[in-house]
């Protein structure tokens, strides 16, 4: 779950309604105290880059709509940046872990998921 608070002026409601009704992307809000001051993005399943760009162009464009400014092709390929660099780094990660013996692989699945 990632949870962005809202810039100065923007209302909750409205913003999370025209995020879902204009780009049909649905963000959930805030509770208790952070009712109202934040909103929330779910990343669990398989989420891809295309729900990261549809996601940040719909908060982004809707920002935007509701009179604060955002630049959001920089938003996009700030994006797209640090997708390529995690993209890089899991590509190592993967490539480290397949040069291990199955025994050892074995082992490492052991320590993540049981360990």
Do not use: C, W
Not at 47 to 53: K, M, N, P, S, T
């Amino acid at each position: 779950m990632v949870t962005i608070s809202y810039p100065k002026g923007i209302d909750d409601g409205i913003f999370r309604q025209t995020v879902e009704d204009k780009f049909d992307v649905i963000l959930a809000g805030g509770f208790g105290p952070l009712k109202g001051k934040i909103f929330r993005i779910g990343n669990m399943g398989d989420v891809g880059e295309h729900h990261v760009f549809v996601t940040l162009n719909a908060i982004a464009s809707s920002l935007n709509f509701l009179g604060y400014h955002v630049d959001t092709p920089s938003v996009l390929k700030l994006a797209a940046d640090r997708l390529k660099e995690l993209n890089m780094q899991t590509q190592v990660q993967t490539s480290s872990v397949s040069n291990l013996r199955e025994k050892d692989s074995e082992q490492l699945l052991y320590i993540n998921f049981k360990g």
